[in-house]
């Protein structure tokens, strides 16, 4: 292919990045240019992103990589976390400022929309409609899945009917000039939302007619690769952006991340490791068994129509909030610090249950891991900044145990025996954990990229550039991420962008 660039946007609940991807038809690389901070904001007791912030973060890294690619973009891709939407009105306009999943809002929702979805079946109406659900979505039961939200929405009468986008979607659609063309929803991204058929990979009208949610709100569905037309706005009018399409990689960032490994076998296994760790293996077709369901797994999509069989496990968010705590007392403490005494600490005996949902809240979350360990008939331990280091490698060994636990789960439920096991995303650069669950799962670990979400939305890209009007395939992908995988990263050379 030609000289190609592309810029993909990959929004984290922590922090987000804009890259610039570039082939000059030998050699491909990846070039960080802006990275910018984000985080939920409360208010009125509820926690709410924040699209300003997200909009000027990423509208900063478009300007900034128009400075260092003036000869031409060729098009822009949005990856970010899956679940949380935008809601808007008639005419497109923001109606209010997203939810966070992790607001409480949804905490009493699932099992009254089981009850809608067993409706008339028996007495055992929550469970069967619960399992109806899974039969039709293939997803695990989390609460802040989107069809959740939506019913809490209409449980508290906020807008009945309002059109809504998923996040990444929605910074498409407003690069697109908010034209109707532009609003989509992504299909890797869409399955997420426990709204979509896991066979016929469209939405249920079964999910929205029993859940009371109304069909004609919700976008119509595309494929990763997918070109969405012409960027519009302020931005096109500069030289660099005279000819940009946007184009819808994988909008789920795990998407991404899983399109970003160069592995075409059927015999590994991965774990995207961030805030969130997704541990899983890629499948041809959906795997919904009575044993899938009782596991919790997961069918999301992934690029070429294929399925990210995972389930989600609690992540590095354990570590976040306590470092929150910690450096209030200690400034200086940083996780090289932390990583440094917990290779010198004896294997813990405390294995903490990370998935417990209290742990998937914020705030003061050492006295909540100490809960956790009394509850379990552990001893506490102190929660001052003094015991960081302590209380870091419980969270370490109890990550990567049940790393390991879901690992076997995962080739029960599959029948796979797995070879390798690919660590993407942050988590891929932490050596210390990276040791523990090779020694919990006995599999030969391979540590992919850090930014691996980057390189899988900039392949997708490359990838739809090269087919023209065929279909993105995942062999044309992975080849791109090969390609990717193998150029380093650094950061843009100008003074002016903000690493």
């Known amino acids: 292919m030609r000289t190609c660039r592309s810029i993909a946007i990959d929004l984290g609940a922590e922090s987000c990045r804009v890259s ?3 082939w000059d038809g030998t050699r491909a690389e990846v070039r960080l240019v802006h990275r910018f901070a984000n985080g939920a904001v409360e208010r009125g007791g509820h926690l709410y992103w924040d699209l300003d912030r997200l909009w000027q973060g990423a509208e900063q890294g478009l300007r900034l990589s128009a400075e260092l690619a003036t000869s031409g973009i060729d098009s822009i891709g949005v990856d970010g976390w899956a679940v949380d939407y935008v809601r808007l009105d008639a005419a497109g306009k923001v109606l209010d400022q997203p939810f966070c999943y992790r607001d409480r809002r949804t905490e009493s929702v699932m099992e009254e929309v089981w009850a809608r ?10 469970e069967r409609g619960k399992e109806r659900l899974y039969q039709l979505t293939g997803i695990q039961f989390l609460r802040f899945n989107t069809l ?7 449980r508290d009468r906020l807008e009945p009917g309002a059109r809504w986008l998923n996040i990444p979607e929605y910074l498409l659609y407003r690069l697109g000039g908010a034209e109707p063309g532009a609003a989509v929803a992504e299909y890797t991204n869409a399955t997420h939302t426990q709204l979509v058929d896991v066979r016929s990979r469209n939405w249920s009208d079964e999910i929205f007619e029993r859940a009371g949610l109304d069909r004609s709100a919700a976008p119509s569905m595309v494929r990763p690769g997918t070109k969405l037309g012409a960027l519009k706005g302020v931005l096109a009018s500069l030289p660099a952006y005279r000819a940009t399409q946007l184009i819808a990689p994988a909008c789920h960032d795990t998407g ?3 399109a970003g490994i160069p592995d075409s076998g ?25 044993a899938a369901l009782r596991e919790n797994f997961t069918n999301e999509g992934g690029v070429g129509g294929r399925i990210r069989f995972l389930k989600n496990v609690n992540g590095m968010w354990l570590l976040q909030e306590c470092m929150r705590e910690w450096t209030k007392q200690r400034p200086d403490l940083t996780l090289s610090d932390l990583l440094t005494e917990c290779e010198q600490r004896p294997r813990p005996q405390p294995i903490l249950p990370v998935d417990a949902p209290d742990l998937l809240l914020p705030g003061n979350m050492p006295a909540r891991i100490n809960r956790e360990l009394e509850s379990a008939g552990y001893r506490p331990i102190g929660g001052a900044a003094e015991n960081a280091g302590e209380m870091a490698n419980v969270i370490f060994f109890s990550l990567a145990a049940r790393y390991a636990q879901v690992l076997r789960a ?4 599959t029948g796979r ?10 988590g891929s650069q932490n ?6 669950i090779q020694e919990h799962t006995g599999i030969e670990l391979l540590r992919g990229p850090a930014e691996s979400s980057t390189i899988g939305n900039l392949a997708i890209q490359f990838a739809a550039l090269e087919a023209g009007d065929a279909a993105v395939t995942p062999d044309r992908v992975a080849a791109w991420a090969a390609r990717f995988g193998q150029g380093s990263e650094v950061e843009a050379p100008r003074s002016g962008a903000q690493i």
């Not at 959740?148 to 209409?154: G, M, T």
């Not at 995962?410 to 439920?413: A, C, I």
């Not at 025996?417 to 942050?426: H, I, K, M, T």
């Not at 050596?431 to 523990?436: A, D, E, G, Q, T």
């Open 256 to 258: 991404s991340a899983v």
């Open 117 to 126: 979805m067993g409706a008339g079946a028996s007495q055992q109406g929550p």
């Open 266 to 290: 059927s015999d590994w296994a991965f774990i995207s490791s961030g805030t969130w760790s997704l541990v899983g293996a890629v499948l041809d077709e959906p795997c919904t068994t009575p």
């Open 410 to 413: 995962l080739g029960e439920v």
């Open 431 to 436: 050596v210390y954990l990276n040791r523990l």
């Open 20 to 22: 610039l991807g570039e």
């Open 148 to 154: 959740y939200q939506l019913y809490a929405d209409r």
């Open 417 to 426: 025996r797995f070879r390798r096991l690919y660590v993407v995303g942050g």
